[in-house]
């Protein structure tokens, strides 16, 4: 069995390792580990110019695993990410060419740059960690995880992610514009050498096996279960959302708290962790429905009526009050 403490050491580790880049952002880099953690996928969605590249970076230099980088443009063919067989005249046989794919952490930089047709071409790799070449599978390293940045949908030259592609994000992941003083700290970090370029590795791809393997031991209630479960069977039944959360959902929320309560330190899942891991992680599987859209309804505002609407569940042993 993984021992907890030394994962739990690691896992803080990691985090503080990150903050010497990402500034004034310990949501999302906590967000950003807990899709690691998981063995998930982030999508990381805001304006230009707000750190996306560089929280994914960080996150590769940290950790002792393969990178690669593939930039998302509309010319992109799907052969360009899962690799070609090119025949080999020598030996009279066709031989598999690898793409970026075949990597432990893959940044997906500006996705939604690349048409549909380009986009599909991750599913197979993200759901089932493995890629099909002309009928021929190869498996893919692990850990494996995929971390996507893509820009608001209505900037000019972008293409919306297919719903079957979005359900397999584990998480979404929003930075937002740094305040004036933590802007100011990013000026003075960045004068004379950019603080990535000496970022140091805290952890092996090892120790992270280790880590996704410790989070699942982390104990999580029957009752908060329940409450898991009842958010997602909600948000199909709400009146403005056209297509709610699926199973994946369910099964991303469950996960997601044990490793959030990790990289906090407990081994105990509270319901607090749910219901701060909703948002990020239903938000992206939420359909608003055509009426909704009209009434400017988006997504997270439903997540957030569920959150209101679901009663929160009191462990009998632990002393939480159902309300």
């Known amino acids: 069995m993984p021992d907890f403490d030394y994962a739990k050491g690691k896992t803080q580790a990691l985090v503080e390792n990150i903050k010497k880049v990402i500034v004034g952002k310990p949501s999302a880099i906590e967000m950003a580990t807990v899709s690691l953690l998981c063995e998930g996928h982030a999508l990381i969605e ?5 750190g996306k590249t560089m929280l994914a970076r960080s996150v590769a230099k940290s950790i002792g695993c393969s990178f690669r ?9 799907p052969s360009d990410i899962t690799g070609v067989s090119i025949y080999n005249q020598k030996a009279e046989a066709f031989e598999y060419k690898e ?3 075949i990597s432990q952490i893959v940044l997906a930089d500006e996705i939604n740059r690349a048409t549909p047709k380009t986009q599909s071409a991750l599913l197979e790799a993200m759901d089932e960690r493995q890629v099909t070449v002309e009928g021929v599978t190869h498996e893919l390293p692990r850990p494996f995880t995929v971390m996507a940045t893509q820009n608001p949908i209505e900037y000019e030259g972008t293409f919306p992610l297919p719903e079957a592609q979005l359900d ?3 998480i979404t ?5 740094p305040s004036v003083e933590q802007e100011l700290s990013i000026i003075n970090n960045q004068e004379t050498v950019h603080p990535i370029e000496s970022l140091g590795q805290v952890l092996s791809s090892d120790d992270v096996l280790s880590i996704q393997e410790a ?6 209630d029957d009752l908060i279960r329940e409450y898991i479960v009842g958010l997602v069977d909600k948000s199909r039944t709400h009146a403005e959302a056209a297509l709610g959360a699926s199973p994946r959902g369910s099964l991303a929320l469950f996960r997601g708290t044990q490793a959030l309560a990790l990289i906090r330190g407990r081994d105990f899942v509270l319901p607090d962790d749910v219901k701060e891991l909703a948002a990020p992680m239903l938000s992206h599987r939420i359909i608003v ?5 009209m009434r400017g309804v988006q997504s997270p505002d439903i997540v957030e009526e569920l959150i209101e609407q679901v009663a929160v569940p009191g462990a009998q042993t632990s002393g939480w009050f159902r309300t």
């Open 46 to 50: 805001d304006v230009p110019g707000v």
């Open 289 to 293: 429905s055509p009426a909704g859209r």
């Open 99 to 101: 793409g970026p794919i």
């Open 173 to 177: 992941i929003n930075l937002g514009y």
């Open 168 to 170: 397999r994000f584990l």
């Open 69 to 77: 980088r593939i930039q998302f443009t509309p010319d992109l063919l």
């Open 215 to 220: 989070v699942k031991t982390v104990y999580v």
